[in-house]
């Protein structure tokens, strides 16, 4: 292996990928230093998990440009070795697993493993480290697809971790979750990402969380690179329309400073809250 | 289930290895004693009288060799195929590939090609390639699109239909004596095997399978998850795919080739060994290997004594296998989903 301890850990540059000959991503460039939390955003169907796919190498369709990851082009990885730096937690998804906690985490070994081979004491004691960090243990010996999707997703985080991924590419990792699980999983991302140098990044529609937590914020709109930047320079209200086509409502966070998006009403909405409301009083009379 | 420790869990499945070890050897060393002519012990290394040695060793003995190598291949692809297709059903001969198999043996028939290579008759050989022109149709499926599971069982189902539908043609346009034949060769069965040749043909294809299956395990686990987190977790799943692909057609293509499609072993045989072992193909594999080959061993002696005149082993398996099947389903549903 080339040496690994270039600060740009992942780069596009002017990388296109098209299905069916409908463009996915173009022409994107950026870079993503080490250690970095950034988040990728935008409106559905703009490419996001494309674009965080493929820094996994799971390229789809025709694909162009240049893509690396620490420095060496997708191309010349191999797959067992680039799992050892980077890793793709899916979504909490309901498939089914018919493998306990304990033993998904163990083939989570696999780029460390030989066949015939069995596992080695080191493995068991990583798996381990992985459960306690995430606060899994407690469900070591369940099966995969009896755990709700919080839980869920705190395995996928946790087989990153045993996987001994430095690099991880999450997407969106709090959409089917209630507040206390979310709070869970994005403490997870910040303390691994702050106390262990891991290089966060995840497709998001929680662009509230995205200000709140990333070094930087990646916007796609329709393929191409809409906006990337701090996050301060993303929450005005012109930037976000260029990128949502939508106009949003902003109002400053009580403590962190800076802005945040709040729900907004339609005027159609308006109007039938106040016929709403009109007609509660006649009742009330 | 929720309290076992590690250790448990990694001593158990080692004892259900060597009582299926056991089955297997029991399995391999009783039946070729059993059936209707009974023979003397010392009738292994020549006692007996010269009739018996020659029924031992020409007649049993590769009989039960060849039933355990098929039964092993079967089941072997069954497990391997319900893995990486994530799907309780989905089997080499689910997707088409005894229709295929079938169609190739009815066309040597028909048109009475009566050539051999290394000593394989035309029928086997077009049975051969039959099953892996249809595995290699499944292959090409699953590597153009990203055809969901279902799909690809329906699929199997459709082409299985076609090429039935062709075989009751050539049946259809085939005189009496080659349409007995053709329907004879679909039922499958070993009664076919009379010698050590037979054995010799399949050996290398069932035992290289075997090995790359075995080698692949760790693989095979990753893919039950899915084919993209088994990507991320560093599985080359293109390359392993293909390999799998190629060990099963190499196998099943060789054992339908010499005893005709019988099937239900690889459907059967991978399920009842999850039930008792688990999803762990480490474990899995071993105990899938060991049960399809003592299975399919002891059906075929069940067919041999049963009836006078032997019975299609295809026939035992599925009247014996189906009800336990179904039994085991009933009473451990919420196992079963692979």
New interface residues.
């Given amino acids: 292996m080339r040496n690994l301890n270039t600060n740009i850990v992942l780069e596009a540059r002017k990388f296109s990928c098209s299905i069916a000959g409908k463009p996915i991503l173009r022409e994107v460039t950026f870079q993503i230093r080490r250690g970095e939390y950034i988040s990728i955003v935008g409106p559905n169907g703009a490419g996001k998990t494309t674009l965080l ?1 493929a820094f ?3 390229m789809r369709g025709e694909v162009s440009g240049e893509l690396s990851i620490c420095g060496i082009p997708w191309q010349e990885w ?7 730096l980077a ?2 937690v ?1 979504q909490a998804d309901s ?5 306990t906690v ?3 985490l163990l ?2 070994r ?2 460390y ?1 030989s ?2 081979a069995s596992m080695h004491p080191n493995d ?1 004691k990583v798996v381990r480290e992985a459960m306690v960090g995430t606060g899994t243990l407690g469900f070591a ?3 995969m ?1 009896t755990l709700s999707s919080g839980e869920r997703q705190k395995v996928y985080i946790a ?1 990153a971790l045993a ?1 001994g991924a430095h690099i991880w590419l999450l997407d969106e990792p709090t959409t089917f979750l209630d507040y206390h699980h979310q709070d869970e999983i994005l403490s997870l991302m910040a303390l691994a990402n702050k106390e262990f140098d891991v290089t966060v990044v995840a497709v998001t529609h929680d662009l509230n969380h995205a200000v709140l937590e990333s070094d930087r914020i990646i916007a796609l709109r329709e393929g191409e690179l809409a906006f990337y930047g701090t996050p301060d320079l993303i929450m005005k209200a012109d930037v976000l329309q260029k990128i949502y086509g939508a106009s949003l409502l902003l109002v400053d966070h009580p403590k962190a400073k800076l802005p945040m998006i709040i729900p907004r009403m339609t005027p159609e909405q308006d109007k039938e809250l106040a016929k709403w409301r009109a007609k509660a009083r006649e009742k009330m009379k | ?4 420790g ?1 250790r448990e ?1 990694e001593v158990a499945p080692g004892w259900t290895i060597i009582v299926l070890l056991g089955l297997a050897l029991t399995a391999l060393v009783v039946a070729p004693y059993c059936g209707r002519q009974s023979i003397p012990f010392a009738a292994l290394w020549g006692g007996g009288e010269p009739g018996q040695v020659d029924i031992l060793w020409k007649l049993r003995i590769p009989r039960v060799l060849m039933a355990f190598l098929a039964g092993s291949a079967l089941a072997t692809s069954g497990m391997t195929f319900q893995a990486m297709f ?1 799907n309780p059903l989905a089997t080499p001969f689910t997707l088409g590939v005894s229709s295929g198999a079938s169609l190739g043996a009815a066309i040597a028939i028909q048109f009475g090609w009566t050539f051999a290579l290394w000593g394989l008759s035309a029928t086997s050989i077009a049975a051969f390639l039959g099953a892996v022109a249809s595995i290699a149709l499944v292959y090409l499926m699953t590597a153009r699109s990203r055809n969901s599971s279902t799909t690809m069982l329906l699929a199997g189902v459709a082409v299985s239909f076609f090429f039935s539908s062709m075989i009751l043609f050539l049946q259809y346009l085939s005189d009496f004596t080659r349409s007995f034949r053709m329907l004879r060769w679909v039922m499958g069965g070993l009664e076919g095997i009379v010698s050590f040749e037979d054995v010799w043909h399949v050996f290398p294809f069932v035992v290289s399978g075997c090995l790359i299956v ?6 095979l ?2 893919l ?3 084919e ?2 088994a ?6 799943v293109g390359q392993t795919k293909w390999l799998l692909f190629f060990a099963v057609s190499m196998m099943v293509g060789a054992v339908v080739a010499i005893c005709g499609p019988i099937g239900f072993v690889g459907l059967m045989a991978p399920h009842i060994c ?1 039930l008792m072992i ?3 193909h480490r474990w899995l594999y071993p105990a899938t290997f060991l049960f399809g080959g003592a299975l399919l061993v002891i059906c075929d002696t069940i067919a041999r004594i049963v009836i006078v005149g032997e019975l299609p082993v295809g026939i035992v398996t599925a009247l014996l296998g189906g009800p336990f099947f179904l039994w085991l389903l009933l009473t451990r549903q919420e ?1 079963l ?2």
């Fill in positions: 796919k996994d190498r799971m191999k797959q067992s070795d680039l799992a050892k890793a793709f899916p498939r089914v697993m018919p493998y304990e033993q998904f083939m989570c696999y780029p493993m066949p015939f068991h010996h369940r099966r697809d087989a996987q | 289930m929720a309290s076992e590690t869990d994530r075995w080698y692949l395990t760790l693989e686990n990753l039950t998850t899915g993209e987190f990507f991320s977790r560093g599985v080359s999850r688990g999803y762990d196992d989903d692979a």
